[in-house]
Nanobody
């Protein structure tokens, strides 16, 4: 599976962005998938995940109520709607399976939130 993230950018605090994760390969729909992020000088962390059919989601406390993860298996694509962005959300965002597979990491997409 090859994963390509897009949709990042520079936004002011309080703004919104929608990230996309496009997957190649036929196994996308059977995987639990997640969004991860890595801020400068910090370890990569799992932000949210969604089950294979999309029926269950989970969020880290710091983004609950602000981020929404979703997926469209027909399009082999996963999304992360990010609202009420804060400067501390600044990071490179990646998608991967749960548990992650080292060979699935893409280039990520940079999200920068200015105060």
């Amino acid at each position: 599976v090859q994963l390509v993230e897009s949709g990042g950018g520079l936004v002011q605090a309080g703004g919104s962005l929608r990230l996309s994760c496009a997957a190649s390969g036929s196994t996308f729909s059977i995987n639990v998938m997640g969004w991860y992020r890595q801020a400068p000088g910090k370890q990569r962390e799992l932000v949210a995940f969604i089950t294979s059919g999309g029926g269950r989601t989970h969020y880290v406390d710091s983004v609950k109520g602000r981020f929404t993860i979703s997926r469209d298996n027909a399009k082999n694509t996963m999304y992360l709607q990010m609202n009420s962005l804060k400067p501390e959300d600044t990071a490179v965002y990646y998608c991967n399976s749960i548990p992650f597979r080292p060979n699935y990491w893409g280039q990520g997409t940079q999200v920068t939130v200015s105060s």
